[in-house]
């Protein structure tokens, strides 16, 4: 039984990680730049986090371990005076199952978000002048901060920020509102798809395809975040990647496939479909992000794939939630978890979302007690590093929709 006021996964997580006692390697010194400790607050309701509690295995320490360790001290420009923390903005939806975070490190944020910046418009000039404001606006270094707040240095949260805005453009550019559309999407998905898992064929061609890679802002931006990643990543974690993406790249196909033919899918259909269209290429990176790896045939398990896949589908019910008045605002009908619960259960508006709430809810706690059950079953250091980095980029990636009020806002229903 959980210890009260803890999460099945925090309070099973250190009892994993006490049972392999001398074998857990001594915690590494925290680089300067870093945000506060991975061990976030865990509790339902917002309470001050808690203090990292030590069981998540580091990189080696002592005399001559540094050069082992990718957890280097980083030249992250020091702020004269500690920076306040920015106050939170948003309020979290009521009756929502989440976990508070520590406000991520804002000179970390500050620093990603130049380099990100640097990097769409002088590497793979993303976006035109007039999208400055909603690139700012995604805020994307305070959150890939808030959700790999054990990542050792900047660069390593570069992997991820470079990733996420590469899927975010190809979502807006070949899918939704910045030019995209369900007609002919599948061509464009699979040509796109070749940024990350290369065509081999013959020089002939080979040479026009890799022409191709440049031909628009999506496959630039795939391409050469994808070059970054595999430059840190192992083949096998970059081969976890390219299948994670093969999975979004599906379900971003049976939604225009539906959306094509004003289908509006069964409430469980829906859920498969998002299963798929879905975060899970983000929290399944956390490992490479953090510098180590959990090995291939740990990361197959079907235990860890089940975590990893009621991960996925409670981020990807939080961003319905979170994204549910926007959604409703764009022409024509957006599908997401309240509009179809709405309609195929024939009940309110209101309903439905209070309905999806619970959904959430239940994905969360299904995911929480799934990843304590293998930590306890499976209490290898990679394992429980593994899981309570995706356990905090489940929490991050709340904080991030929470707080991003310049892109979402709660619905009148409370
Ligand atoms: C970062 C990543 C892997 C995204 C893939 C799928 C995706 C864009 C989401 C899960 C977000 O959902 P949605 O398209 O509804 O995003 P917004 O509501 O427009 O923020
Ligand atoms: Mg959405």
Redesign the pocket.
């Known amino acids: 039984m959980p210890e009260p006021g803890l999460s099945p996964l925090q309070s099973s997580l250190p009892t994993a990680a006490a049972h392999f006692g001398t074998h857990v390697l001594a915690r590494a010194a925290a680089p300067a730049d870093t945000a506060p400790a991975a061990g976030a607050g865990r509790a339902v309701v917002a309470t001050p986090p808690r203090p990292d509690p030590g069981w998540i295995p580091r990189g080696p320490t002592g005399l001559g371990t540094a050069a082992l360790s990718l957890a280097r001290r980083e030249d992250v420009p020091a702020t004269p005076e500690p920076t306040a923390p920015a106050p939170v903005e948003g309020r979290p939806i009521p009756g929502l199952y989440f976990h508070p975070v520590p406000e991520p490190d804002p000179v970390r944020a500050d620093e990603v978000s130049r380099r990100i910046k640097s990097w769409a418009l002088d590497e793979v000039q993303l976006y035109p002048d007039d999208w400055e404001g909603e690139f700012d606006g995604f805020s994307v270094g305070r959150y890939m901060v808030a959700c790999h707040p054990d990542a050792p240095t900047v660069e390593h949260l570069m992997l991820a920020t470079r990733l996420?805005v590469a899927?975010?453009a190809v979502?807006d550019c070949y899918c939704?509102n910045h030019g995209g559309s369900p007609v002919g999407l599948g061509g464009r998905l699979l040509l796109a798809h070749t940024a990350l898992d290369p065509l081999h064929t013959t020089k002939e061609y080979q040479q026009q395809w890799a022409e191709s890679l440049h031909a628009d802002a999506p496959r630039r931006a795939y391409r050469s975040a994808m070059e970054y990643f595999v430059g840190q990543a192992t083949p096998s974690q970059a081969d976890r990647f390219r299948h994670d993406m093969a999975r979004?790249h599906m379900g971003y196909l049976a939604e225009a496939a539906w959306t094509e033919t004003d289908y509006v899918p069964e409430v469980w259909e829906y859920l498969a479909m998002r299963q798929f269209?879905?975060?899970r290429?983000?929290p399944t990176i956390t490992d490479t992000v953090g510098g180590y790896e959990l090995p291939a045939d740990l990361h197959a398990q079907p235990a860890m794939q089940r975590v990893l896949a009621l991960a996925g589908n409670a981020t990807?019910i939080v961003?319905?939630l979170y994204?549910y008045t926007?959604?409703l605002a764009t022409p024509g009908k957006h599908l997401?978890l309240p509009v179809v619960l709405a309609e195929r259960e024939g009940v309110s508006d209101r309903e439905g979302y209070l309905k999806a709430v619970e959904v959430h809810n239940d994905l969360m706690r299904d995911f929480e007690a799934e990843a304590a059950a293998l930590a306890a079953a499976c209490p290898v250091p990679t394992v429980l590093r593994f899981l309570k980095g995706v356990a905090v980029w489940v929490d991050g990636n709340h904080y991030w929709h929470q707080t991003n009020t310049y892109?979402y806002s709660l619905p009148d229903f409370w």
Do not use: Q
């Open positions: 996420m899927e975010n979502d939704e979004l269209n879905n975060f290429p983000c990807t961003n319905d994204s926007k959604e997401n892109r």
